[in-house]
């Protein structure tokens, strides 16, 4: 396992757009899948998108992120990548990213072994 650790939160206006990364350490982090969820106050925790191990790190979106958001991984750097785009007040969460062993991105955050502290987003105007 990796040590995950998430920057980039913050407080950020409307239509604006957000970056946060996802900074692993203590092992090899292009030995993971790694993914991005969210949870916004009074609600589930939800899958936001992952990238697979792997030469070909293919991705997965959850159905509300496939237009705002992009995933992407620098094994070299150790770091995975969320930007967010035209944010809305309803992007409003903590977002941790976690990772497994395997090649599939569930969406289930119960299929992730091990999580960072996550990042506050706070769309407001």
């Known amino acids: 396992q990796v040590q995950l650790v998430e920057s980039g939160g913050g407080l950020v206006q409307p239509g604006g757009s957000l970056r946060l990364t996802c900074a692993g350490s203590?092992?090899?982090?292009?030995?993971?899948?790694i993914a991005w969820f969210r949870r916004a106050p009074g609600k589930e925790r939800e899958f936001v998108a992952a990238?697979?191990?792997?030469?070909?790190?293919?991705?997965h979106y959850g159905d509300f992120a496939k237009q705002r958001f992009s995933i992407t991984r620098d094994n070299a750097r150790s770091t995975v990548t969320l930007q967010i785009d035209q944010v809305k007040p309803e992007d409003t969460a903590v977002y941790s990213c976690?990772?497994?062993?395997?090649?599939?991105?569930?969406?289930?955050?119960?299929?992730?072994?091990?999580w960072g502290q996550g990042t506050q987003v706070t769309v407001s105007s």
């Open positions: 976690s990772g497994r062993s395997g090649y599939t991105t569930f969406t289930g955050p119960e299929k992730y072994d091990f």
């Open positions: 990238v697979a191990k792997g030469a070909n790190g293919l991705t």
């Open positions: 203590g092992g090899v982090f292009s030995a993971y899948t």
